[in-house]
C-alpha cells in the first residue's frame, strides 16, 4: 500500500532552515509527481511546492518562493524540502502527498516551528 513518512521537522529560530524528506513506498516514486502541503493552526491546508516526475520541474507559493526548494531522490525514494530563511508565517505541520489512480494519500506530518 502506500505509504508516506514525513521527518525533519523541529524548532528553528527565525532566519533559520530546515530540511524535511519524505520516505515513500508501494508505489513507482519515479513516475510520481509529489507534492508539499503545510496547515497552520486554524488556517486550511495550502500547497507549498511541487515536483515533477519526469523532468523534476518544480512549482512553488508565491509566499515561499526563493527560500524553498523542493527536489527528489528517485533511488532513495524520497522528496525533500530545504527550507531557508525560515519566517514564524512558516510554522506549520507540513505534509507529503502523491497522487495514484485519482487518489491522494498523504503522510502523517512533521511539525515546523519558527520561533525566537
Known amino acids: 500500500q502506500v505509504r508516506l513518512v514525513e521527518s525533519g521537522g523541529g524548532l528553528v529560530q527565525p532566519g533559520g532552515s530546515l530540511r524535511l524528506s519524505c520516505a515513500a513506498s508501494?508505489?513507482?516514486?519515479?513516475?510520481?509527481?509529489m507534492s508539499w502541503y503545510r496547515q497552520a493552526l486554524g488556517k486550511e491546508r495550502e500547497l507549498v511546492a511541487t515536483?515533477?516526475?519526469?523532468?523534476?520541474?518544480?512549482n512553488y507559493a508565491d509566499s515561499v518562493k526563493g527560500r524553498f526548494t523542493i527536489s527528489r531522490d528517485n533511488a532513495k525514494k524520497t522528496v525533500y524540502l530545504q527550507m531557508n530563511n525560515l519566517k514564524p508565517e512558516d510554522t506549520a505541520k507540513y505534509y507529503c502527498?502523491?497522487?495514484?489512480?485519482?487518489?491522494?494519500?498523504w503522510g502523517q506530518g512533521t511539525q515546523v516551528t519558527v520561533s525566537s
Open positions: 508501494g508505489f513507482t516514486f519515479s513516475s510520481a509527481a
Open positions: 502527498k502523491v497522487v495514484r489512480v485519482g487518489v491522494s494519500y
Open positions: 515536483i515533477s516526475s519526469t523532468y523534476g520541474s518544480t
